[in-house]
């Protein structure tokens, strides 16, 4: 089944950027639109970002917008989200999923559409 791999986070000084990658294995990317969600100690898990099948269509939450950018390669099999002008409170554990609606290539939603979640890979942003 498809298995989703985050990496590139890190500790970061206020300001600072990073470049989190999704990788996927055995499946492509290619036929399933992807999210990025991040969660806190003690918080709720909250979408991010998410991007369409084509690549054309993307979405942020009001929190990011304006400093994360959402993209994707499919000839790499990868989804990256580019994460400039961080501040302390970007400071999760961040994971990527598969994101609805199916079969929709133009389109994204800001949900999980498995329910199934990976290890997220930890970005940490403080003085």
């Known amino acids: 089944q498809l298995q989703l791999v985050e990496s590139g986070g890190g500790l970061v000084h206020p300001g600072g950027s990073l470049r989190l990658s999704c990788a996927a294995s055995?499946?492509?990317?290619?036929?399933?639109?992807i999210g990025w969600f991040r969660q806190a100690p003690g918080r709720e898990r909250e979408a991010v970002s998410c991007?369409?099948?084509?690549?054309?269509?993307?979405n942020n939450a009001d929190s990011v917008k304006g400093r994360f950018t959402i993209s994707r390669d499919n000839a790499k099999n990868t989804v990256y989200l580019q994460m400039n002008s961080l501040k302390p409170e970007d400071t999760a554990i961040y994971y990527c999923?598969?994101?609805?609606?199916?079969?929709?290539?133009?389109?994204?939603?800001?949900?999980?559409?498995?329910?199934?979640w990976g290890q997220g890979t930890q970005v940490t942003v403080s003085p």
């Open positions: 055995r499946y492509t990317l290619e036929y399933y639109a």
């Open positions: 999923a598969v994101v609805g609606p199916p079969l929709v290539p133009h389109m994204c939603e800001m949900r999980g559409l498995t329910g199934r």
């Open positions: 991007i369409s099948r084509n690549g054309g269509y993307t």
